[in-house]
């Protein structure tokens, strides 16, 4: 429906009291009467093509749920947990080496921390960083004020555009990439947007990184399921921004978890110091479903989050000092029923908001949330779970969010109508952070004279000043009357995002890509796949 | 499900990394082993009891987006309304002559209020009161640091058990009285919970009133539609309570809603004087649609929101100093293309916030929020909406919280299914607001000592002591494994709620009243109908 102020105008009536309720008639909607020259005046308005920004920086405060005592008392805890307990490094010599050298007692795989070494070594990480985009337009700042939104990461399976749930292919994987390049207001393309399981294991990530890389000119996320993909996702890296820039340039962001509790392992140390060596950002993220890796307790699992990351970051700042590294948590907790994990209940909600504060008394940025659920399908409880982790990760101060859209089913499905139903919430996040406008223009003191008591604000000046940026608008609501819902078929929210998801996949448009480097990227990949054979390992 | 957490320790298994995801394998769940003496042992740790709580008090922040400047611009903008702009006052001779002796500046029905007058008026009105249910253990203080929930209130349709869209009826409206009552995350038993259509407009509230006294004994809000049916719930509520104790004391909270902008009318001020009169709480709500009702920015509806609170506020102290009022607001956008009210918007979330932290300098209760939605479904659009509104409205510091549960459709529908699905939330919302337990056994340290790194801590003595306590168990949620959800008939959020839903009114039981106070009450109502004709005005 084409926006018409002059529609509003007649259906405007004054304001009538229904008495006793709130959701009465006065809002039922009225038919439209004529008006001339609307046309010509519609067209005069068409909208302006909004600016691209390519992150959101935060003009509100963040919520914060610790005292400076509680912020203490964790952080005295993560202390004991590192030097008293302890940390294994597994199947890394040169880790255990590296620790040695730093100071640390290390006794077999597990390396004891002194209090305070860990937080000392932190201090070379930057507090913000840039991770550069192909399209410098699109780079991203990472830290501080702001928030970076990326999509979902990691699921096998996918719910199609028929609503059926399979296994992922690589044609899914160009789909998501797709679909965040598309969306407004994702910042990021991401990582694994889904797993492709028709392609090998050892070889998939060639396909993925160039998906990224080709359709879309988002920043994006380096592979770590081997230090040698790691090295190759690095090698493309400098296909596209050249080799010397990629050896001090953040160009990758990648994701580096923790088996907890209290465990790294070598498969993740050895991409982490890959990538680390080269200057590129890792995520150092305790993954933890609370109860089961962690201990039942917002509190006791903060303490372990915080001991497990500091000791990833220390140990990147070892690999090389300066090495931009996220303070990662992904917490969920889980039913103690079933042993399922479980989101959007408020225990997470607390541990990222203390983990954030925790991440910014360190002076690192801080990656946790998204739009999490564990629902099957994407209905009221996938929304409900998704909006009580979305809304305590922007309002937490969550510098990058990972899984900021189509998550389905606890992480083992990417659905394209949550997809775009999450990316249509993350619109919203930035009006929220920009907080209330107290400009002139924003305090309306004109507009509340101009109309005065009884009448409507519907035709006034500034109304019509404003039409264009008024409220954020929705792309998946309907709020159109329940007549018109009626006519239209009973469409639910996520049909109509199926709907949408599909519309924008056929008008999909790939940026430009310089053919050079396309072709360089091309050869590269086909190189690698020929030196050895095929394997799901 | 009984619960088992030798279930979850059969199950458990040393976690392992999955290299690059967050979703994988490592979380299927694995079949059951058997356990000896489970039974036993499941028999022993019978759930105990919850205490029943009959409101939240918060030990978290509340979340500000105003500053002390912005703050004092709203506040400042809000007298200026007040004293050039004025407020009108209409079809009420007596609240003029009110206003005239209070030395306001009345011309015609327009009543210009000094700066500071309404502010100074304001300051005998109680930052807490509390207000009295039949059951003294569900009576709920509201005020300061306190967030009680009530339900829908208004809507004239309601989306049935069988899933379709009819008029509300009188059994409809018992039915959600008996929700509410059953529902421990609910502190009140509300009012117009849905509009019994099928009972004469002239009468209805008799019946109204008589449910929520007979089928809860938690607190409710009374009649506003005509200033006689304010004195009819007063005179049922004195055969409750007694007649002294109603002129001092607050039994009942009632909403007077404002006719935005800056106008009060007859019906709600005739309303309004017979319950401060009563020393009976008040809700003093601007209604507003923004964009039609007041300006299209968050800062304006701000200043006018304050503006007409502070001035029906300010009325009610005229009317009784230290009567309780309540500042209420209710913001919406609309959608400038076709003026629909839309919700779960950022801008209502921010008015929402701002209004928290103004209300809290005039040092009055605060009203607003609860799950409001547009959707016309119980789908992913209403969570979505709902959650978007409830979270800012708890995290906000709102006290009174109207709507918390069943409102679909812009409010022009109560929902069964949404009632239950909102009525879920709800239970999170006491954890997030109770914050991190920061007490030895929250610290959890003995657990990771316990545990140590690459195990887990499923079984462990912390585990187990804190079981029955440990994370919210969501009555909705489905986090079983795909397959079981497949074989147990893929059905959705809505359709779990809704079987939740018919369960709960079947097991319904009344609680006990005084057969005497009964009998007086159902005689009351037949002297009253019988006395004038029926009528739908």
Same sequence: chains 1, 2.
């Avoid at 998939?204 to 399921?225: C, E, N, Q, W």
């Avoid at 949550?418 to 009006?431: H, P």
């Avoid at 409220?471 to 007549?483: K, L, M, P, Q, V």
Wanted: proline residues 6%; contains cysteine; hydrophobic residues 40%.
């Amino acid at each position: 429906m084409t926006q018409d102020i002059d529609d509003l105008i007649d259906m405007a009536e004054p304001a009538a009291g229904d008495g006793g309720g709130e959701g009465g008639e006065r809002r039922e909607r009225r038919g439209r009467g004529a008006a001339s020259g609307r046309e010509a005046r519609r067209a005069a308005r068409a909208r302006p093509k909004t600016a691209y920004a390519p992150y959101i920086t935060r003009r509100v405060p963040t919520f914060d749920v610790l005292s400076q005592e509680g912020l203490e008392i964790i952080e005295a805890n993560a202390e004991t947990i590192l030097e008293e307990i302890g940390i294994d490094f597994r199947d890394d010599a040169e880790a255990l080496a590296i620790w040695r050298d730093a100071g640390a007692d290390v006794r077999g795989e597990r390396v004891h921390i002194p209090r305070g070494l860990a937080r000392k070594l932190i201090a070379t990480a930057p507090a913000t960083f840039t991770q550069h985009a192909r399209n410098p337009e699109r780079s991203v700042e990472i830290g501080g004020k702001t928030t970076v939104f990326a999509p979902v990461y990691g699921p096998p399976f996918v719910r199609g555009l028929d609503g059926g749930r399979r296994y992922a292919t690589i044609e899914d994987f160009r789909n998501f990439v797709k679909l965040a390049y598309l969306a407004p207001a994702m910042h990021h393309s991401g990582g694994t947007v889904c797993e492709p399981v028709d392609l090998p294991v050892n070889k998939r990530h060639l396909d993925m990184v160039y998906a990224h890389i080709r359709y879309s000119d988002k920043p994006f996320m380096g592979s770590v399921t081997h230090p040698e993909r790691a090295l190759d996702t690095l090698e493309m890296a400098k296909i596209v921004f050249g080799a010397e820039f990629v050896q001090d340039n953040p160009v990758t962001t990648s994701l580096i978890n923790a088996n907890s509790p209290m465990v790294w392992d070598s498969t993740m140390l050895g991409a982490l110091k890959n990538y680390a060596r080269s200057n590129q950002a890792t995520i150092i993220t305790p993954f933890i479903l609370a109860g089961a890796m962690s201990p039942v307790t917002v509190a006791g699992t903060l303490a372990q989050t915080l001991a497990e990351a500091m000791a990833g970051m220390a140990f990147a700042q070892l690999c090389r000092p300066g090495a931009p590294v996220i303070f990662g948590s992904f917490a969920s907790s889980i039913s103690m029923q079933s042993g399922a994990p479980t989101f959007g209940t408020p225990e997470p909600a607390l541990v990222l908001y203390g983990c954030a504060q925790l991440a910014r008394r360190l002076g690192v940025p801080f990656r946790s949330g998204g739009s999490l659920c564990g629902s099957k399908v994407p209905d009221a409880q996938a929304a409900y779970e998704s909006a009580n982790t979305l809304l305590p990760t922007v309002l937490g101060g969550v510098n990058f969010v990972l899984h900021a859209a189509g998550w389905l089913e606890g992480g083992l499905v990417s659905s394209y109508e949550k997809f775009v139903m999450d990316a249509d919430q993350l619109g919203m996040m930035r009006t929220m952070l920009e907080g209330v406008d107290l400009s002139e223009n924003g305090q309306a003191m004109d507009a509340i004279r101009e109309v005065g008591p009884g009448a409507h604000f519907l035709g006034c000046a500034h109304t019509q000043a404003n039409f264009e940026t008024a409220f954020f608008r929705s792309s998946i609501a309907d709020n159109n009357t329940y007549e018109q819902w009626l006519a239209e078929g009973e469409r639910d929210a996520a049909t109509r995002a199926g709907g949408l998801a599909k519309k924008l996949l056929d008008e999909y448009e790939a940026p430009a890509i310089d053919p050079g480097v396309d072709e360089a990227l091309v050869e590269f990949m086909a190189k690698k796949k020929a030196a050895f054979p095929d394997s799901n390992i």
